[in-house]
Protein backbone atom coordinates (compact mmCIF):
# COMPACT_ATOMS: atom_id res chain seq x y z
CA UNK A 1 0.00 0.00 0.00
CA UNK A 2 1.15 3.50 -0.76
CA UNK A 3 1.94 5.97 1.72
CA UNK A 4 0.51 9.57 2.01
CA UNK A 5 4.26 10.59 2.19
CA UNK A 6 4.63 9.30 -1.45
CA UNK A 7 1.66 11.15 -2.41
CA UNK A 8 3.12 14.15 -0.95
CA UNK A 9 6.76 13.75 -2.33
CA UNK A 10 4.94 12.78 -6.01
CA UNK A 11 2.38 15.71 -6.13
CA UNK A 12 4.21 18.83 -4.10
CA UNK A 13 1.07 20.97 -4.43
CA UNK A 14 -0.77 18.86 -1.76
CA UNK A 15 -1.12 19.93 1.48
CA UNK A 16 -1.78 16.85 4.31
CA UNK A 17 -4.94 17.14 6.08
CA UNK A 18 -5.90 16.00 9.91
CA UNK A 19 -7.32 12.40 10.12
CA UNK A 20 -8.56 10.05 12.58
CA UNK A 21 -8.16 6.80 10.15
CA UNK A 22 -7.58 6.80 6.39
CA UNK A 23 -4.44 8.99 4.90
CA UNK A 24 -6.07 12.78 3.58
CA UNK A 25 -4.75 15.31 1.87
CA UNK A 26 -5.80 18.82 0.31
CA UNK A 27 -5.81 19.49 -3.24
CA UNK A 28 -6.29 23.20 -4.71
CA UNK A 29 -9.15 23.36 -6.90
CA UNK A 30 -6.93 23.80 -10.46
CA UNK A 31 -5.17 20.48 -10.24
CA UNK A 32 -8.34 18.81 -8.50
CA UNK A 33 -9.31 16.88 -12.13
CA UNK A 34 -5.77 16.12 -12.90
CA UNK A 35 -4.84 14.37 -9.50
CA UNK A 36 -8.21 12.74 -9.50
CA UNK A 37 -7.40 11.48 -13.17
CA UNK A 38 -3.71 9.68 -11.77
CA UNK A 39 -5.39 8.56 -8.70
CA UNK A 40 -7.94 6.52 -10.73
CA UNK A 41 -5.28 5.64 -13.47
CA UNK A 42 -1.86 5.45 -11.88
CA UNK A 43 -3.20 4.50 -8.14
CA UNK A 44 -5.70 2.31 -8.52
CA UNK A 45 -8.18 4.37 -6.61
CA UNK A 46 -11.30 3.12 -9.01
CA UNK A 47 -14.16 3.82 -7.10
CA UNK A 48 -15.45 6.98 -6.01
CA UNK A 49 -17.67 6.10 -2.46
CA UNK A 50 -18.86 9.23 -1.64
CA UNK A 51 -18.57 13.13 -2.43
CA UNK A 52 -20.19 15.87 0.06
CA UNK A 53 -18.99 19.09 1.60
CA UNK A 54 -18.75 21.15 5.12
CA UNK A 55 -19.38 24.46 5.69
CA UNK A 56 -17.18 25.86 8.34
CA UNK A 57 -19.67 28.88 8.90
CA UNK A 58 -17.20 31.81 10.35
CA UNK A 59 -13.87 29.98 9.16
CA UNK A 60 -12.13 30.88 6.16
CA UNK A 61 -12.54 29.50 3.13
CA UNK A 62 -16.17 28.21 4.36
CA UNK A 63 -16.97 25.22 2.18
CA UNK A 64 -14.52 22.50 1.66
CA UNK A 65 -15.77 19.47 -0.52
CA UNK A 66 -14.36 16.07 0.70
CA UNK A 67 -14.39 13.20 -1.73
CA UNK A 68 -13.51 9.53 -0.45
CA UNK A 69 -12.19 7.18 -2.84
CA UNK A 70 -11.42 3.41 -2.19
CA UNK A 71 -9.30 0.89 -4.03
CA UNK A 72 -10.87 -2.25 -4.76
CA UNK A 73 -8.03 -3.65 -5.47
CA UNK A 74 -5.64 -2.70 -2.45
CA UNK A 75 -8.62 -2.22 -0.17
CA UNK A 76 -7.44 1.24 1.13
CA UNK A 77 -9.31 4.41 1.23
CA UNK A 78 -8.02 8.05 0.23
CA UNK A 79 -9.44 11.48 1.75
CA UNK A 80 -9.58 14.67 -0.61
CA UNK A 81 -10.46 18.22 -0.24
CA UNK A 82 -10.51 20.60 -2.05
CA UNK A 83 -11.51 24.26 -1.15
CA UNK A 84 -14.09 26.40 -2.34
CA UNK A 85 -12.04 29.77 -2.86
CA UNK A 86 -14.97 31.92 -3.47
CA UNK A 87 -17.58 32.23 -0.26
CA UNK A 88 -20.63 33.56 -2.15
CA UNK A 89 -20.38 31.40 -5.18
CA UNK A 90 -18.09 28.70 -4.13
CA UNK A 91 -17.20 26.52 -7.32
CA UNK A 92 -15.09 23.96 -7.76
CA UNK A 93 -14.43 21.57 -11.00
CA UNK A 94 -16.94 18.27 -11.47
CA UNK A 95 -15.39 15.15 -11.19
CA UNK A 96 -18.85 13.26 -13.12
CA UNK A 97 -16.54 12.68 -16.26
CA UNK A 98 -13.70 10.58 -14.54
CA UNK A 99 -16.39 8.68 -12.02
CA UNK A 100 -19.95 8.71 -13.13
CA UNK A 101 -20.64 8.16 -9.54
CA UNK A 102 -19.73 11.39 -9.08
CA UNK A 103 -22.99 12.83 -10.93
CA UNK A 104 -25.42 12.41 -8.46
CA UNK A 105 -22.91 13.47 -5.39
CA UNK A 106 -22.61 16.41 -6.92
CA UNK A 107 -25.98 17.23 -7.69
CA UNK A 108 -26.80 16.26 -3.56
CA UNK A 109 -23.49 18.84 -2.55
CA UNK A 110 -25.06 21.52 -5.05
CA UNK A 111 -28.55 20.78 -3.67
CA UNK A 112 -27.87 21.35 -0.12
CA UNK A 113 -24.81 23.78 0.09
CA UNK A 114 -25.49 25.52 -3.46
CA UNK A 115 -21.34 24.61 -4.48
CA UNK A 116 -21.35 24.54 -7.88
CA UNK A 117 -19.42 22.12 -10.18
CA UNK A 118 -17.90 23.23 -13.74
CA UNK A 119 -18.09 20.72 -16.10
CA UNK A 120 -20.75 18.80 -14.38
CA UNK A 121 -23.57 17.21 -17.40
CA UNK A 122 -26.58 18.32 -15.56
CA UNK A 123 -26.17 20.01 -12.51
CA UNK A 124 -29.87 20.54 -10.67
CA UNK A 125 -31.31 19.73 -7.38
CA UNK A 126 -31.90 16.10 -6.37
CA UNK A 127 -33.48 15.94 -3.09
CA UNK A 128 -35.92 19.23 -3.01
CA UNK A 129 -37.24 20.57 -5.58
CA UNK A 130 -36.03 22.42 -8.57
CA UNK A 131 -37.88 26.22 -7.85
CA UNK A 132 -36.63 25.89 -3.76
CA UNK A 133 -34.65 29.30 -2.97
CA UNK A 134 -32.55 27.90 0.02
CA UNK A 135 -29.33 25.66 0.48
CA UNK A 136 -30.55 23.50 3.88
CA UNK A 137 -27.61 22.36 4.76
CA UNK A 138 -26.05 25.68 5.19
CA UNK A 139 -25.60 26.63 9.01
CA UNK A 140 -27.63 29.71 8.79
CA UNK A 141 -30.97 27.17 7.63
CA UNK A 142 -33.06 26.80 10.44
CA UNK A 143 -33.80 23.58 11.99
CA UNK A 144 -37.22 24.17 11.81
CA UNK A 145 -37.19 25.01 8.18
CA UNK A 146 -38.56 28.20 6.79
CA UNK A 147 -41.97 28.21 4.97
CA UNK A 148 -41.93 27.99 1.39
CA UNK A 149 -44.70 27.17 -1.55
CA UNK A 150 -44.94 23.53 -2.47
CA UNK A 151 -44.20 23.14 -6.55
CA UNK A 152 -47.59 23.59 -7.29
CA UNK A 153 -47.64 26.87 -9.08
CA UNK A 154 -48.04 25.45 -12.53
CA UNK A 155 -50.88 23.19 -11.41
CA UNK A 156 -52.52 26.27 -9.55
CA UNK A 157 -52.33 28.49 -12.42
CA UNK A 158 -54.27 25.95 -14.72
CA UNK A 159 -56.64 25.03 -11.74
CA UNK A 160 -57.26 28.66 -10.56
CA UNK A 161 -56.57 26.82 -6.76
CA UNK A 162 -53.96 28.95 -4.48
CA UNK A 163 -51.27 27.17 -3.66
CA UNK A 164 -50.65 27.32 -0.13
CA UNK A 165 -47.79 26.12 1.53
CA UNK A 166 -47.34 23.31 3.77
CA UNK A 167 -47.52 23.85 7.60
CA UNK A 168 -44.67 23.51 9.12
CA UNK A 169 -46.03 22.11 12.32
CA UNK A 170 -49.34 20.71 13.61
CA UNK A 171 -51.66 20.65 10.71
CA UNK A 172 -54.76 19.00 9.84
CA UNK A 173 -54.03 15.76 11.00
CA UNK A 174 -52.20 16.58 13.64
CA UNK A 175 -54.10 16.34 17.28
CA UNK A 176 -52.62 19.86 19.11
CA UNK A 177 -50.80 18.77 22.30
CA UNK A 178 -51.45 20.52 25.20
CA UNK A 179 -49.85 23.93 25.77
CA UNK A 180 -48.21 25.63 23.05
CA UNK A 181 -47.05 24.11 20.12
CA UNK A 182 -43.98 25.98 19.41
CA UNK A 183 -43.02 25.41 22.92
CA UNK A 184 -43.46 21.74 23.29
CA UNK A 185 -41.19 20.93 20.32
CA UNK A 186 -38.01 22.68 21.73
CA UNK A 187 -35.75 21.44 18.63
CA UNK A 188 -37.93 22.80 16.05
CA UNK A 189 -38.40 26.20 17.84
CA UNK A 190 -38.70 29.01 15.38
CA UNK A 191 -38.36 31.99 17.40
CA UNK A 192 -39.77 34.59 14.63
CA UNK A 193 -43.58 33.43 15.32
CA UNK A 194 -45.86 31.40 18.38
CA UNK A 195 -49.84 30.70 18.31
CA UNK A 196 -50.83 33.69 20.15
CA UNK A 197 -48.20 35.91 17.39
CA UNK A 198 -48.18 33.94 14.46
CA UNK A 199 -46.99 34.53 11.42
CA UNK A 200 -49.08 36.16 8.56
CA UNK A 201 -50.11 33.64 5.66
CA UNK A 202 -52.44 33.37 3.49
CA UNK A 203 -54.61 31.38 5.58
CA UNK A 204 -55.03 33.66 8.11
CA UNK A 205 -54.92 33.26 11.90
CA UNK A 206 -54.56 29.06 12.66
CA UNK B 1 -67.44 -9.50 -68.37
CA UNK B 2 -64.74 -10.35 -65.45
CA UNK B 3 -62.16 -7.37 -64.05
CA UNK B 4 -58.55 -8.27 -63.60
CA UNK B 5 -56.78 -6.45 -60.99
CA UNK B 6 -53.10 -7.33 -60.90
CA UNK B 7 -51.75 -7.63 -57.15
CA UNK B 8 -47.93 -7.61 -56.72
CA UNK B 9 -46.94 -9.78 -53.86
CA UNK B 10 -43.30 -8.95 -53.32
CA UNK B 11 -41.12 -11.35 -51.50
CA UNK B 12 -41.28 -11.92 -47.71
CA UNK B 13 -38.74 -9.17 -46.69
CA UNK B 14 -40.47 -6.29 -48.35
CA UNK B 15 -43.81 -7.28 -47.05
CA UNK B 16 -42.09 -7.60 -43.76
CA UNK B 17 -40.16 -3.96 -44.40
CA UNK B 18 -44.06 -2.56 -45.37
CA UNK B 19 -45.38 -3.59 -42.41
CA UNK B 20 -43.04 -2.17 -40.11
CA UNK B 21 -44.01 0.57 -41.77
CA UNK B 22 -47.98 0.10 -41.25
CA UNK B 23 -47.31 -0.25 -37.46
CA UNK B 24 -45.86 3.08 -36.47
CA UNK B 25 -44.89 3.04 -32.92
CA UNK B 26 -45.01 6.16 -30.99
CA UNK B 27 -42.94 7.68 -28.46
CA UNK B 28 -44.27 8.22 -25.43
CA UNK B 29 -43.46 9.42 -22.12
CA UNK B 30 -44.42 7.60 -18.86
CA UNK B 31 -44.69 8.52 -15.28
CA UNK B 32 -44.19 6.10 -12.84
CA UNK B 33 -44.71 6.89 -9.15
CA UNK B 34 -44.18 8.68 -6.81
CA UNK B 35 -46.67 6.35 -5.64
CA UNK B 36 -46.27 3.08 -7.23
CA UNK B 37 -46.36 -0.87 -6.21
CA UNK B 38 -43.37 -1.83 -8.13
CA UNK B 39 -40.86 1.16 -6.87
CA UNK B 40 -40.71 -0.27 -3.84
CA UNK B 41 -40.70 3.56 -2.12
CA UNK B 42 -41.63 6.81 -3.55
CA UNK B 43 -39.88 6.61 -6.24
CA UNK B 44 -40.56 8.14 -9.25
CA UNK B 45 -39.34 7.37 -12.67
CA UNK B 46 -39.65 9.66 -16.07
CA UNK B 47 -39.65 7.24 -19.10
CA UNK B 48 -39.96 7.70 -22.53
CA UNK B 49 -40.76 4.41 -24.36
CA UNK B 50 -41.00 3.92 -27.98
CA UNK B 51 -43.50 1.84 -27.71
CA UNK B 52 -42.89 -0.68 -25.34
CA UNK B 53 -39.36 0.05 -25.52
CA UNK B 54 -37.57 2.16 -22.95
CA UNK B 55 -35.29 5.14 -24.53
CA UNK B 56 -34.79 7.35 -21.75
CA UNK B 57 -35.81 6.59 -17.92
CA UNK B 58 -34.68 9.61 -15.23
CA UNK B 59 -35.28 8.81 -11.53
CA UNK B 60 -36.69 11.89 -9.93
CA UNK B 61 -35.85 11.19 -5.75
CA UNK B 62 -36.41 13.32 -2.66
CA UNK B 63 -39.58 12.13 -1.86
CA UNK B 64 -38.81 10.82 1.59
CA UNK B 65 -36.26 13.56 2.15
CA UNK B 66 -36.36 14.42 6.05
CA UNK B 67 -33.20 16.29 6.04
CA UNK B 68 -31.25 13.15 8.44
CA UNK B 69 -27.79 14.95 8.09
CA UNK B 70 -29.28 18.63 9.24
CA UNK B 71 -30.90 16.64 11.90
CA UNK B 72 -27.77 15.30 13.53
CA UNK B 73 -26.14 18.36 13.38
CA UNK B 74 -28.77 19.15 16.03
CA UNK B 75 -28.31 16.35 18.55
CA UNK B 76 -25.89 14.48 20.91
CA UNK B 77 -25.10 11.40 18.96
CA UNK B 78 -26.54 8.89 21.22
CA UNK B 79 -30.07 11.23 20.11
CA UNK B 80 -29.23 10.14 16.35
CA UNK B 81 -29.49 6.18 16.62
CA UNK B 82 -33.23 5.99 16.37
CA UNK B 83 -32.70 8.38 13.41
CA UNK B 84 -30.37 5.21 12.15
CA UNK B 85 -33.23 2.65 11.91
CA UNK B 86 -35.17 4.76 9.35
CA UNK B 87 -32.35 4.45 6.44
CA UNK B 88 -32.62 1.23 5.62
CA UNK B 89 -35.32 0.21 7.54
CA UNK B 90 -35.40 -2.99 6.28
CA UNK B 91 -32.32 -3.59 8.59
CA UNK B 92 -32.25 -1.22 11.36
CA UNK B 93 -29.75 -2.99 13.77
CA UNK B 94 -27.01 -2.92 10.91
CA UNK B 95 -27.48 0.72 10.44
CA UNK B 96 -27.40 0.95 14.42
CA UNK B 97 -23.97 -0.60 14.25
CA UNK B 98 -22.51 1.06 11.41
CA UNK B 99 -23.39 4.40 12.78
CA UNK B 100 -22.24 3.30 16.46
CA UNK B 101 -18.83 2.02 15.04
CA UNK B 102 -18.15 5.17 12.47
CA UNK B 103 -18.29 7.20 16.02
CA UNK B 104 -16.65 5.14 18.30
CA UNK B 105 -13.32 4.90 15.92
CA UNK B 106 -13.46 8.70 16.36
CA UNK B 107 -13.28 8.36 20.22
CA UNK B 108 -11.12 5.74 19.76
CA UNK B 109 -12.36 3.17 22.16
CA UNK B 110 -12.00 -0.40 22.19
CA UNK B 111 -15.19 -2.27 22.53
CA UNK B 112 -15.17 -5.39 24.41
CA UNK B 113 -15.07 -8.80 22.58
CA UNK B 114 -18.65 -9.78 23.52
CA UNK B 115 -20.10 -6.47 22.46
CA UNK B 116 -18.33 -6.97 19.56
CA UNK B 117 -19.81 -10.73 18.72
CA UNK B 118 -23.12 -9.80 19.60
CA UNK B 119 -23.26 -7.22 17.09
CA UNK B 120 -22.05 -9.23 14.46
CA UNK B 121 -24.27 -11.68 15.45
CA UNK B 122 -27.23 -8.76 14.61
CA UNK B 123 -26.04 -7.25 11.73
CA UNK B 124 -26.01 -11.15 10.39
CA UNK B 125 -29.42 -11.46 10.93
CA UNK B 126 -30.39 -8.03 9.57
CA UNK B 127 -28.65 -9.12 6.98
CA UNK B 128 -30.65 -12.50 6.33
CA UNK B 129 -33.68 -10.68 7.20
CA UNK B 130 -33.12 -7.83 4.38
CA UNK B 131 -32.13 -10.73 2.12
CA UNK B 132 -35.25 -12.78 2.80
CA UNK B 133 -37.52 -9.63 1.95
CA UNK B 134 -34.87 -9.20 -0.83
CA UNK B 135 -35.56 -12.46 -2.75
CA UNK B 136 -39.29 -12.39 -1.48
CA UNK B 137 -40.50 -9.30 -3.10
CA UNK B 138 -37.88 -9.99 -6.04
CA UNK B 139 -39.95 -12.91 -6.92
CA UNK B 140 -43.04 -11.38 -6.85
CA UNK B 141 -41.96 -8.14 -9.13
CA UNK B 142 -41.30 -11.09 -11.50
CA UNK B 143 -44.72 -12.90 -11.24
CA UNK B 144 -43.89 -15.33 -8.58
CA UNK B 145 -46.29 -15.14 -5.30
CA UNK B 146 -45.32 -18.22 -3.46
CA UNK B 147 -41.77 -17.31 -2.34
CA UNK B 148 -42.45 -14.36 -0.47
CA UNK B 149 -45.09 -15.94 1.28
CA UNK B 150 -42.52 -18.37 2.35
CA UNK B 151 -39.58 -15.60 3.45
CA UNK B 152 -42.33 -13.27 5.28
CA UNK B 153 -42.87 -15.90 7.78
CA UNK B 154 -39.22 -16.75 8.12
CA UNK B 155 -38.78 -12.98 8.37
CA UNK B 156 -41.26 -12.57 10.79
CA UNK B 157 -39.63 -15.06 13.37
CA UNK B 158 -36.90 -13.01 12.90
CA UNK B 159 -38.22 -9.82 14.14
CA UNK B 160 -39.76 -11.52 17.26
CA UNK B 161 -36.07 -12.55 18.10
CA UNK B 162 -35.28 -8.86 17.33
CA UNK B 163 -38.35 -8.02 19.95
CA UNK B 164 -37.08 -10.15 22.16
CA UNK B 165 -33.87 -8.57 21.80
CA UNK B 166 -34.44 -4.96 21.81
CA UNK B 167 -37.99 -4.31 22.14
CA UNK B 168 -38.86 -3.47 18.93
CA UNK B 169 -39.49 -5.39 16.32
CA UNK B 170 -38.87 -2.52 13.68
CA UNK B 171 -37.10 0.68 15.05
CA UNK B 172 -34.67 -1.34 17.58
CA UNK B 173 -32.24 1.78 18.44
CA UNK B 174 -30.33 -0.77 19.96
CA UNK B 175 -26.35 0.41 19.95
CA UNK B 176 -25.18 3.13 21.65
CA UNK B 177 -21.96 4.62 21.36
CA UNK B 178 -19.66 2.71 23.06
CA UNK B 179 -21.86 -0.44 23.40
CA UNK B 180 -25.38 -2.15 23.16
CA UNK B 181 -28.72 -0.52 25.33
CA UNK B 182 -28.57 -4.07 27.07
CA UNK B 183 -27.19 -7.41 27.35
CA UNK B 184 -28.59 -10.43 25.52
CA UNK B 185 -31.67 -11.96 27.18
CA UNK B 186 -31.60 -15.42 28.59
CA UNK B 187 -31.91 -18.20 26.06
CA UNK B 188 -31.68 -15.38 23.46
CA UNK B 189 -28.99 -17.44 21.95
CA UNK B 190 -30.40 -20.36 21.92
CA UNK B 191 -33.71 -19.00 19.93
CA UNK B 192 -31.48 -17.43 17.14
CA UNK B 193 -29.80 -21.19 17.34
CA UNK B 194 -32.99 -22.86 16.31
CA UNK B 195 -33.73 -20.19 14.18
CA UNK B 196 -30.85 -20.36 12.27
CA UNK B 197 -30.95 -24.24 12.02
CA UNK B 198 -34.32 -24.41 10.68
CA UNK B 199 -34.31 -21.50 8.34
CA UNK B 200 -32.36 -23.75 5.15
CA UNK B 201 -35.50 -25.70 5.08
CA UNK B 202 -37.67 -22.47 4.09
CA UNK B 203 -35.09 -21.61 1.65
CA UNK B 204 -34.62 -25.00 -0.26
CA UNK B 205 -38.26 -24.49 -1.22
CA UNK B 206 -37.35 -21.27 -2.01
CA UNK B 207 -34.80 -22.28 -4.41
CA UNK B 208 -36.82 -24.97 -5.35
CA UNK B 209 -39.56 -22.40 -6.57
CA UNK B 210 -37.01 -20.07 -8.35
CA UNK B 211 -33.38 -20.73 -8.92
CA UNK B 212 -34.05 -23.54 -11.73
CA UNK B 213 -37.62 -22.06 -13.14
CA UNK B 214 -37.86 -21.92 -16.66
CA UNK B 215 -40.16 -18.84 -16.02
CA UNK B 216 -37.93 -17.10 -13.50
CA UNK B 217 -34.67 -17.81 -15.89
CA UNK B 218 -36.54 -16.00 -18.80
CA UNK B 219 -37.78 -13.07 -17.03
CA UNK B 220 -34.35 -12.45 -14.81
CA UNK B 221 -31.26 -13.47 -17.33
CA UNK B 222 -29.98 -10.97 -19.31
CA UNK B 223 -31.82 -8.03 -18.14
CA UNK B 224 -30.42 -5.30 -16.30
CA UNK B 225 -26.81 -6.51 -17.16
CA UNK B 226 -24.44 -4.30 -15.22
CA UNK B 227 -20.74 -4.71 -16.37
CA UNK B 228 -17.84 -4.47 -14.00
CA UNK B 229 -16.72 -1.36 -14.98
CA UNK B 230 -20.15 0.56 -14.68
CA UNK B 231 -20.70 -1.16 -11.29
CA UNK B 232 -17.29 0.65 -10.35
CA UNK B 233 -18.06 3.85 -11.88
CA UNK B 234 -21.33 4.36 -10.75
CA UNK B 235 -19.77 3.65 -7.05
CA UNK B 236 -22.47 0.26 -6.53
CA UNK B 237 -21.48 -1.88 -3.60
CA UNK B 238 -22.60 -4.49 -1.42
CA UNK B 239 -24.44 -7.80 -3.57
CA UNK B 240 -24.96 -5.81 -6.87
CA UNK B 241 -21.24 -5.04 -7.01
CA UNK B 242 -20.74 -8.71 -6.21
CA UNK B 243 -22.92 -9.86 -8.72
CA UNK B 244 -21.17 -7.89 -11.53
CA UNK B 245 -18.28 -10.24 -10.69
CA UNK B 246 -16.28 -8.07 -8.35
CA UNK B 247 -15.02 -9.58 -5.12
CA UNK B 248 -15.03 -6.30 -2.82
CA UNK B 249 -16.73 -7.42 0.70
CA UNK B 250 -16.10 -5.21 3.31
CA UNK B 251 -16.41 -7.66 5.81
CA UNK B 252 -13.35 -9.72 4.80
CA UNK B 253 -10.87 -6.67 3.15
CA UNK B 254 -11.72 -3.99 5.87
CA UNK B 255 -12.93 -6.15 8.85
CA UNK B 256 -14.66 -4.58 11.39
CA UNK B 257 -16.18 -5.84 14.93
CA UNK B 258 -14.27 -8.90 14.71
CA UNK B 259 -15.32 -10.20 11.65
CA UNK B 260 -12.01 -11.26 10.46
CA UNK B 261 -12.45 -14.20 13.06
CA UNK B 262 -15.13 -15.56 11.42
CA UNK B 263 -14.99 -18.76 8.33
CA UNK B 264 -17.30 -17.54 5.36
CA UNK B 265 -17.06 -17.17 1.65
CA UNK B 266 -18.28 -14.40 -0.54
CA UNK B 267 -20.31 -15.02 -3.04
CA UNK B 268 -19.46 -13.52 -6.56
CA UNK B 269 -21.55 -13.54 -9.73
CA UNK B 270 -20.48 -13.89 -13.40
CA UNK B 271 -22.62 -11.83 -15.46
CA UNK B 272 -24.11 -9.23 -13.41
CA UNK B 273 -27.78 -9.34 -14.66
CA UNK B 274 -31.10 -9.55 -12.29
CA UNK B 275 -30.60 -13.68 -12.09
CA UNK B 276 -27.07 -13.17 -10.95
CA UNK B 277 -27.99 -10.57 -8.11
CA UNK B 278 -30.79 -12.68 -7.02
CA UNK B 279 -28.31 -15.91 -6.59
CA UNK B 280 -25.60 -14.31 -4.89
CA UNK B 281 -28.66 -12.86 -2.60
CA UNK B 282 -29.24 -16.38 -1.53
CA UNK B 283 -25.94 -17.61 -1.20
CA UNK B 284 -25.46 -14.76 1.16
CA UNK B 285 -28.25 -16.07 3.57
CA UNK B 286 -26.46 -19.41 4.05
CA UNK B 287 -22.88 -18.03 4.26
CA UNK B 288 -24.50 -15.23 7.47
CA UNK B 289 -26.01 -18.40 8.75
CA UNK B 290 -22.71 -20.09 9.09
CA UNK B 291 -21.16 -16.51 10.60
CA UNK B 292 -23.64 -16.76 12.83
CA UNK B 293 -24.01 -20.33 13.95
CA UNK B 294 -19.29 -19.50 14.89
CA UNK B 295 -20.92 -16.59 17.13
CA UNK B 296 -22.79 -17.99 19.12
CA UNK B 297 -20.37 -21.18 19.38
CA UNK B 298 -17.88 -18.69 21.04
CA UNK B 299 -20.08 -16.52 22.24
CA UNK B 300 -17.70 -14.67 24.66
CA UNK B 301 -18.44 -13.42 28.65
CA UNK B 302 -17.49 -10.68 29.67
CA UNK B 303 -18.58 -6.76 29.64
CA UNK B 304 -20.49 -6.65 27.34
CA UNK B 305 -19.94 -2.07 26.08
CA UNK B 306 -16.91 -0.30 26.84
CA UNK B 307 -16.58 0.02 30.86
CA UNK B 308 -13.60 2.64 30.41
CA UNK B 309 -15.16 5.48 27.95
CA UNK B 310 -16.15 6.75 31.11
CA UNK B 311 -17.54 10.13 29.38
CA UNK B 312 -18.91 7.92 26.09
CA UNK B 313 -20.94 5.27 27.31
CA UNK B 314 -23.82 6.05 30.42
CA UNK B 315 -23.54 3.88 33.42
CA UNK B 316 -26.12 1.24 33.50
CA UNK B 317 -29.83 1.94 36.05
CA UNK B 318 -28.20 -0.58 38.43
CA UNK B 319 -25.23 1.90 39.14
CA UNK B 320 -26.70 4.73 38.98
CA UNK B 321 -28.88 4.38 41.96
CA UNK B 322 -26.08 2.72 44.06
CA UNK B 323 -22.87 5.60 43.36
CA UNK B 324 -23.27 9.21 42.91
CA UNK B 325 -20.19 9.49 40.45
CA UNK B 326 -21.77 7.48 38.23
CA UNK B 327 -25.45 8.95 38.68
CA UNK B 328 -23.13 12.75 37.93
CA UNK B 329 -21.66 10.66 34.80
CA UNK B 330 -25.05 9.35 33.14
CA UNK B 331 -26.64 12.89 33.93
CA UNK B 332 -23.45 14.63 32.11
CA UNK B 333 -24.00 11.90 28.92
CA UNK B 334 -27.17 12.18 29.13
CA UNK B 335 -27.55 15.99 28.56
CA UNK B 336 -24.30 16.82 27.21
CA UNK B 337 -23.70 14.15 24.93
CA UNK B 338 -20.71 11.89 24.50
CA UNK B 339 -17.81 13.16 24.52
CA UNK B 340 -16.50 12.71 21.60
CA UNK B 341 -12.89 14.28 20.15
CA UNK B 342 -12.03 16.46 17.57
CA UNK B 343 -11.49 14.88 14.04
CA UNK B 344 -12.80 13.63 11.06
CA UNK B 345 -13.68 10.12 10.22
CA UNK B 346 -15.16 8.08 7.50
CA UNK B 347 -16.36 4.53 7.80
CA UNK B 348 -18.16 2.22 5.82
CA UNK B 349 -19.84 -1.15 6.85
CA UNK B 350 -21.02 -3.80 4.72
CA UNK B 351 -25.16 -3.54 5.12
CA UNK B 352 -27.22 -5.79 3.75
CA UNK B 353 -28.00 -3.35 0.70
CA UNK B 354 -23.91 -2.22 -0.08
CA UNK B 355 -21.67 0.23 1.61
CA UNK B 356 -23.28 2.36 3.99
CA UNK B 357 -20.60 5.01 5.24
CA UNK B 358 -20.75 7.76 8.03
CA UNK B 359 -18.52 10.83 7.69
CA UNK B 360 -18.54 12.15 10.80
CA UNK B 361 -16.54 15.95 11.45
CA UNK B 362 -16.57 16.65 15.19
CA UNK B 363 -15.36 19.73 16.45
CA UNK B 364 -15.44 17.79 20.21
CA UNK B 365 -18.20 18.00 22.48
CA UNK B 366 -21.37 15.59 22.22
CA UNK B 367 -22.95 16.79 19.07
CA UNK B 368 -21.65 15.96 15.64
CA UNK B 369 -20.43 18.97 13.73
CA UNK B 370 -21.64 17.58 10.41
CA UNK B 371 -22.83 13.89 9.57
CA UNK B 372 -22.92 12.58 6.42
CA UNK B 373 -24.80 9.45 5.17
CA UNK B 374 -23.25 7.76 2.47
CA UNK B 375 -26.13 5.92 1.38
CA UNK B 376 -25.86 2.53 -0.98
CA UNK B 377 -29.10 2.80 -2.62
CA UNK B 378 -28.91 6.40 -3.27
CA UNK B 379 -25.58 5.50 -5.06
CA UNK B 380 -27.58 2.04 -6.72
CA UNK B 381 -30.60 3.63 -8.13
CA UNK B 382 -27.99 6.25 -10.13
CA UNK B 383 -27.06 3.67 -12.51
CA UNK B 384 -30.52 3.04 -13.30
CA UNK B 385 -30.68 5.97 -16.08
CA UNK B 386 -27.68 4.07 -17.98
CA UNK B 387 -29.15 0.68 -17.22
CA UNK B 388 -32.91 0.76 -17.71
CA UNK B 389 -32.94 2.64 -22.09
CA UNK B 390 -33.30 -0.81 -24.66
CA UNK B 391 -35.34 -2.64 -21.90
CA UNK B 392 -38.72 -3.16 -21.91
CA UNK B 393 -41.48 -1.99 -19.74
CA UNK B 394 -42.10 -5.10 -17.83
CA UNK B 395 -38.66 -5.41 -17.39
CA UNK B 396 -38.57 -2.35 -15.13
CA UNK B 397 -40.10 -3.60 -12.45
CA UNK B 398 -37.54 -6.63 -12.68
CA UNK B 399 -34.82 -4.70 -12.61
CA UNK B 400 -35.79 -2.31 -9.74
CA UNK B 401 -36.28 -5.65 -7.64
CA UNK B 402 -33.14 -6.96 -8.42
CA UNK B 403 -31.24 -3.34 -7.24
CA UNK B 404 -33.03 -4.23 -3.83
CA UNK B 405 -33.02 -0.29 -2.84
CA UNK B 406 -34.79 1.85 0.00
CA UNK B 407 -35.96 5.19 -0.08
CA UNK B 408 -35.89 5.59 3.07
CA UNK B 409 -31.93 5.19 3.08
CA UNK B 410 -31.68 7.37 -0.28
CA UNK B 411 -33.62 10.23 0.06
CA UNK B 412 -32.29 10.28 4.01
Request: hydrophobic share 35%; with cysteine.
Amino acid sequence: MESIQDLLSNYEFLAERASADCPSVLCPAEKYLEFAADLRDKHGYDMLVDLTAIDWEHELPRFIVVAHLLSTTKHCYLRVSVNCEDDNSPEIPSLATLYPAADWHERECYDMFGIKFSGHPDLKRILMWEDYPYYPLRKEFPLAGIETPLPAADIADVTGVEAEPAPMMGGPFVAPPQGVVSESEPRAKDESWTEIDPKPTKRGTP
Amino acid sequence: MTQKTEISLGDVASRAAEAENEIRTERMSLNVGPSHPTTHGVLRLLMELDGDTITKCEPVIGYLHRGDEKIAENMTYNQFVPFTDRLDYLAPLANNVAYAIAVERLADITIPERCQALRVLICELARISSHLLGIGVFGMDAGAWTPFMYTFTEREKLYDLFEKLTGARFTTSYTRIGGVARDVPEGWLGEVKQFCNELPKTLEDVSNLLTRNRIFFDRTQGIGTISKEDALAYGLTGANLRASGIDLDLRKDKPYSGYEQYDFDVPVGTSGDCYDRYVVRTEEIYQSLRICHQVIDKFPSGPWYAEDAKKIYAPTKGKILTSMEELIQNFMIVTEGPQIPEGEVYFEAENPKGALGFFVVSKGGGVPYRLKIRAPSFCSLSILEKLAPGHMMTDITVILGSLDFVMGECDR
